[in-house]
């Protein structure tokens, strides 16, 4: 296990320091050194009403505290959605709110640090909390937290060279959005006026006891699970009003997890809800028995589609509620060669996916109607089987006492047919070990993708 990270610093701490590189003070310390917050004042009194003003105090906070203006590069992408914004409304309104937000620094962490999450912990913030770290993501004013290579703010999406310039521009439509949203009526980010009073950060760590006691699974019935055909994937499961009160959306999430620049699960769930980003401050990379759950941060856009095919349309503002959201990360699997047993069906792997699962779904009480919303979890990218990793989610959902909701779209129509008809066999009969040992049953030898047909084949119909 990662020993505990310390409290991560920020600007507004007294023991920041830096170098005036540009003369802007009239006073240095004996170590030639400023106060960082001080000199940050000091650049944001700057008059901004123009792109060209913009980028000049956004690469002159990145040259104060990195020496250059990073993966911002020539701002060219930032400078676009500012002018397709209108200039206008964001100098006007946009820029001295964010300025605004984040010069409140030193009165919501007047310790000058954030702590970071250990196993177990809670991070409750208020939206005006929140609002002031998205302030500053957006001004690129954070360090790097030390367990990260980057991608901790905005300036990410900032350069004119985009690998997907589509989903940068949306990325920046819903912070615009957001900004938007507090300039308008400031209220939007006090706790009085929202759901649920704020956003909800919490790091859970598999423990090993009630239901998850291998002895009890025997005793356990398997909980429903619904195979949900959709057209073609969206945001919109991160919506409260669409998961309900009592319902989650799993994000397939990397170890360092985070926002980004392309249009992964996890990069569009983040990218769409700005309140969410901050977390990238505080969350260490996850370890094998770790999971994040965000709670309450407020989309602003519905994105529809994946990858290169993407849309969107902005939500009224009764649908900008969020709900809860279930980051975690799946084995990246190797290509097994014929020779070789499935890496899924290993079952040191089946085992850490299961805990895996089960901690997400167990991170929060039942109520009257908990679901979990999930896609083919880790069956992109990190190479899984969806038939194994179907079976995994419903042994953990079983075990939390949730039912699951699996989503599939046009292009996964034929294994969500053969899914259902899966389901049928063994859900009214079955308990959660006799879906294990179905598990343990399946040939080491087979091929990936091969799966759910052999399932059909040899578990017999009651």
Known sequence: MEPPWPDLLLPCSPSWRCLDRFSLLDEEGEDGQVAYWTLLQHILQQPVNTPAQLIDVLDTIANTSRGSSGAAGDFGTLREAVEHHHSDTFFSRLWPTIVQLSLKLPDHFPAGTIPVLRPGDKLNLTRDMVACLVAHQFLCTFRVPPWREGYHDFSIWYDSEQRHPQAVRMYLTALFQYFEELSADPRSASPGNSVDGGVEFSLHAFDNTGDFVTGKWDQIRLRNLNVVFVQSFSTEQQELAHQGHDGAVVVSANKDIGFGKSATQEELFMGNCPEACPAVLFTPTLQDDQTLTVCGARPMVRILGQRRDLTWEK???????????????????????????????????????IRKAYTAFSSW??????????????????????????????????????????????????FAAKCERFVEKVASTW????????????????????TMDWLLDNVPDF
């Not at 084995?331 to 097994?336: I, R, S």
Request: hydrophobic share 45%; net charge negative.
């Open 365 to 414: 009480a039942g109520g009257d109607a908990p679901t979990v919303w999930t896609g083919l979890w880790g069956c992109g990218a990190f190479n899984g089987d969806p038939a194994i990793k179907v079976i995994i989610m419903w042994i953990a959902a079983s075990l939390a006492g949730k039912e699951l909701r699996l989503l599939c779209d046009a292009s996964q129509s034929d």
């Open 431 to 450: 308990t959660v070990r006799e879906l294990e040992d179905c598990l343990k049953a399946i040939p080491q030898g087979i091929r990936r993708l091969e």
């Open 315 to 353: 939500l009224g503002p009764g649908a900008r509620q969020g709900g809860r959201m279930l980051l975690m990360d799946a084995l990246e699997l190797d290509e097994a060669n014929e020779f070789e047993i499935l890496p899924d069906l290993k079952q040191e792997n089946i085992l850490r996916e």
